[in-house]
């Protein structure tokens, strides 16, 4: 079943269970999804993929937690916990987060695979690191892992 026939069904089983939050978190996806697929009809394809999928889900996960920053920030705790909640629902669309461990232990297999030695070198780190790990981690916390491993 792909993603798009999945928040479809997600949005009926929310109207009937009157779930307000979940319904409105669940159509933001399907109106990003139909946006995307129109873009791209626009170059010969008809349906996402599965990474395409994957990068509007991680994008809107980014912009809830940049959300949640802000509205703490600001002291805005019931906006904040609001955020919180439609983050929770596409969590649940999303593959499970890696562990800081986890996400460590495939850091320095790739700092050892392109032989990286000092913080000029983070590039190349970065880029193969975030292939392996694309919305398995938060790009932030990959970026400051590594950034920590090439000065030390």
Do not use: C, F, N, W
């Amino acid at each position: 079943m792909s993603l798009k026939d999945r928040i479809s069904e997600e949005i009926k089983v929310a109207m009937k269970a009157k779930d307000k939050v979940r319904l409105e978190t669940v159509r933001s996806i399907k109106k990003v999804i139909l946006e995307k697929e129109s873009t791209l009809r626009a170059q010969g394809q008809e349906t996402l993929t599965e990474s395409q999928e994957l990068e509007v889900l991680t994008q809107l996960a980014k912009q809830r937690r940049d959300s949640i920053e802000q509205y703490r920030k600001a002291g805005r705790e019931d906006l904040a916990e609001q955020e919180s909640q439609e983050l929770a629902i596409l969590e649940e669309y999303l593959p499970k987060q890696l562990s800081d461990q986890e996400v460590a232990a495939i850091i320095d297999e790739v700092i050892a695979a392109v032989g990286a030695t000092s913080a000029k070198d983070m590039g190349k780190v970065m880029g193969a690191v975030m292939q392996q790990l694309k919305g398995r981690a938060d790009g932030q916390k990959i970026q400051a892992m590594v950034k920590a491993k090439l000065s030390s």
